[in-house]
């Protein structure tokens, strides 16, 4: 194709501050546009076969791991399925035990508030998690555990665990309840709030099972090997959906570079993106011809890279309450996404910097490699 003299072969060099605004609107336009690509994309993706096996297979791993959640009981879980977590069961805990202390005690019905206890459940070895987990299921599932797991179960070390610190709280024999006179002091403390003894007690009985309940869960987690192999398996799910999430971020974000930074510059002529379009500062070559297409697809390559931060901000855009699985996942195994976003602002920074070499072109380093000079049309407009 033969050379035409650009237009703008006499337009002055166009300023800094005006450059950094076009390659503001620039970005903020990719991003835009990525971000609408994206949805329309996922949309797309979300109803394949692929993707709903994917999703699949993320539900049934994760069914396995409540599954051993709840047959070691460890956790309890509401209605919909969502567990109670630590903090909630060690007051379930306490008041079933106040309860079920106050009963064995041999309290009066008086003494026992109906208000209090109703819909409540007694403690006992059959709805006591740590009970279950150390006296049933750790001693029936022991060799599913790994070694420095193996020990410690039964009821001796259930007991030993569950009364330390609090020996003269708990009775001696027999299922761990509390005396009666220990029950009493926490039965006043959900009665009357400023009843400070109780209350202490109360208190630190609660941290102490929590703590207890914790550890218990981190056990299991760690050293039962059949929930490390359903975890594992639901992580290998997980990442497959976030590598498909991410492609499609990156696929979306090649195609708006494509549009943006390739596509446009030809329609549009004299190498103007849509922002320069608008701002009226289009590019010339550096021997003053138009821009051809190799000039454009140096840069629209170069951009490509400089501009990696844009896909990573349309996926966090997308899937902000997961955006912690997101900056996480690796990418070709050894580059998490939240260095690419670090990485990737430091090229833009530089490549903005690179304008303040005493060249006088003031050539971002994408339209150094690519042969471009950005000028300042409306300079020649107003001359017409």
Known sequence: MAKKTSLYIDAPILKRGKKLQTLLLDFALLVILNVILLFGIDSIVSVSGGQKGVAAEIANNESSLKAIIKESHLDEFDANGNAKGPED??????????????????????DISEKLYAGVDPISSQNELCYHYYCSFKAEKNQGFLDGYASNYGQDHYRSILTKGFEDDYAKEG???????SAKKVDESYRNAKYSEGLTLRNALQSHYQAILED???????????????????????MALWMIKIAEGFGAYALSSLILFFLLPII???GSTASSKILKTPYRRNDGYEPNILNNLLRFLLLGVEY?????????????????????????GFAPVFTLMIYSFVLML???????????????????????????????????
């Open 89 to 110: 069961n060690a007051k379930t805990y306490i008041l079933r035990l106040t309860y079920g202390s106050l009963i064995e005690g041999g309290a009066s019905e008086g």
């Open 175 to 181: 299922f761990p309840y509390l005396t009666l006179e």
């Open 216 to 238: 218990a869960i981190k056990e299991l987690k760690q050293g039962y090997s059949p929930y490390i192999e359903a975890r594992k398996a639901y992580e290998e799910s997980y």
């Open 268 to 270: 549009l002529k004299n």
């Open 308 to 332: 990696l931060l844009a896909p990573v901000l349309s996926l966090l855009f997308i899937y902000g309450a997961n955006a912690k699985e997101l900056l996480s996942v690796n990418l070709f």
């Open 350 to 384: 530089l490549s903005y910097l690179f304008t303040f070499l005493p060249n006088k072109k003031r050539q971002t380093l994408s339209e150094f490699c690519s042969g471009l000079i950005q000028v300042d049309g409306r300079e020649m407009e107003r001359g017409d």
